[in-house]
T-cell receptor, first 115, second 112 residues
Framework: KAGVTQTPRYLIKTRGQQVTLSCSPI?????VSWYQQTPGQGLQFLFE???????NKGNFPGRFSGRQFSNSRSEMNVSTLELGDSALYLC??????????????FGPGTRLTVT | GQQLNQSPQSMFIQEGEDVSMNCTSS?????WLWYKQDPGEGPVLLIA?????ELTSNGRLTAQFGITRKDSFLNISASIPSDVGIYFC????????????FGQGTTLQVKP
C-alpha cells in the first residue's frame, strides 16, 4: 500500500506571495492532519480534515487554510507569506481501527523557504 | 504551542550501547506514539501504545505506556549506526481528533 505523498517536496517563495501544498493520504484513511516543523518550535499542529470538513484547528493565523476533497486528498494554502513561514510542512493521515487503536502516518514533507 | 517534555535532548553513544529516552505530560493521553525522523524526511512510526502499563517491542525497540497515562519511555538495545536520527514521542487524546502533541525530540548519535 502506498504511503502518504506530498507535493512539491521543495519550494522557494518570496515574501507576500501565496503557496499551495498538496497531500494524498494512505488509501482508506479519511483523516488528514497538517503540521509545521521548525527548529525553534518543533512540530506544531495546524489543522485536521475529516470527510471534507475541518475537524480541529491549531493556533495559527488565518493566513493558513486548508481543504479536503471527496477522495480524501488535501491541500493547504498559506497567503501573504512571511519569512517566519519557512519550515517543513508535514501531512499525516490517520486510521482508527475497530479496536479503537489509533495510528498516524506522515508524508516526507514539503520544505518551504520564504525569501 | 503545547509540547511534551522529552528527555534527554541529545545523546552521543558508542555502538552496541543501550539507549533510553522518556516523555512526560501534564495531561492524560489515550495513545502514545514514538517516531524516528531522518534529515529531510517525515517522521516514521516506530511503536504505538494504547493501554496504561502496556509494554510493546519492535525488534530492538521497546516502549512502555506509563500507568498514570502521563508518561512513556522508549528503549533501544544494542544500538547500531543506522539508529542515528531524531526520536519523537507524541500523545493522542481522543478518537475524534487527529491532533498529536509532540515532544521536542531526542537527537541520537552513534559512534561506530
Amino acid at each position: 500500500k502506498a504511503g502518504v505523498t506530498q507535493t512539491p517536496r521543495y519550494l522557494i517563495k518570496t515574501r507576500g506571495q501565496q503557496v499551495t501544498l498538496s497531500c494524498s493520504p494512505i488509501s482508506g484513511h479519511r483523516s488528514v492532519s497538517w503540521y509545521q516543523q521548525t527548529p525553534g518550535q518543533g512540530l506544531q499542529f495546524l489543522f485536521e480534515y475529516f470527510s471534507e470538513t475541518q475537524r480541529n484547528k491549531g493556533n495559527f493565523p488565518g493566513r493558513f487554510s486548508g481543504r479536503q476533497f471527496s477522495n480524501s486528498r488535501s491541500e493547504m494554502n498559506v497567503s501573504t507569506l512571511e519569512l517566519g513561514d519557512s519550515a517543513l510542512y508535514l501531512c499525516a493521515s490517520s486510521l482508527v481501527r475497530g479496536s479503537g487503536s489509533y495510528e498516524q502516518y506522515f508524508g516526507p514533507g514539503t520544505r518551504l523557504t520564504v525569501t | 504551542g503545547q509540547q511534551l517534555n522529552q528527555s534527554p535532548q541529545s545523546m552521543f553513544i558508542q555502538e552496541g550501547e543501550d539507549v533510553s529516552m522518556n516523555c512526560t505530560s501534564s495531561s492524560i493521553f489515550n495513545t502514545w506514539l514514538w517516531y524516528k525522523q531522518d534529515p529531510g524526511e517525515g517522521p516514521v512510526l516506530l511503536i504505538a501504545l494504547y493501554k496504561a502499563g502496556e509494554l510493546t517491542s519492535n525488534g530492538r525497540l521497546t516502549a512502555q505506556f506509563g500507568i498514570t497515562r502521563k508518561d512513556s519511555f522508549l528503549n533501544i538495545s544494542a544500538s547500531i549506526p543506522s539508529d542515528v536520527g531524531i526520536y519523537f514521542c507524541a500523545g493522542h487524546g481522543s478518537s475524534n481528533t487527529g491532533k498529536l502533541i509532540f515532544g521536542q525530540g531526542t537527537t541520537l548519535q552513534v559512534k561506530p
